[in-house]
């Protein structure tokens, strides 16, 4: 069985930082890719950050520049970290693996102003 576990959320303040880490178990066809969406509260799920079974990564447009994905391959963990947060990037962050084959519960990241 796979599975997907999200840590490392939390809350912060405007102009801080956290750092979000995924876990994956169970998954025997490597290399796989890994990354992360969000959804804030009455909107639909946004595209955050990806890293293909290459190790590239790419990122969508609103956090360009602010937040940093990577991976240690060996260890089936994805991290992600985030500077500079702003109230806007407040909302649930769910880890997903080959592009939304498997899902982990998603972890609630606060940023107040």
């Known amino acids: 069985e796979v599975q997907v576990a999200e840590s490392g959320g939390g809350s912060v303040q405007s102009g801080g930082s956290l750092r979000l880490s995924c876990t994956v178990s169970g998954l025997t066809n490597s290399p796989f890719a890994m990354g992360w969406y969000r959804q804030a509260p009455g909107k639909e799920r946004e595209y955050v950050a990806t890293?293909?079974?290459?190790?590239?990564?790419s990122y969508g447009a609103s956090v360009r520049g602010r937040f940093t994905i990577s991976r240690n391959r060996a260890r089936n963990i994805v991290d992600l970290q985030m500077n500079n947060l702003d109230p806007e990037d407040t909302g649930v962050y769910f880890c997903?693996?080959?592009?939304?084959?498997?899902w982990g519960q998603g972890i609630q990241v606060t940023v107040s102003s």
């Open positions: 890293v293909n079974s290459g190790n590239t990564p």
């Open positions: 997903n693996v080959n592009y939304g084959a498997y």
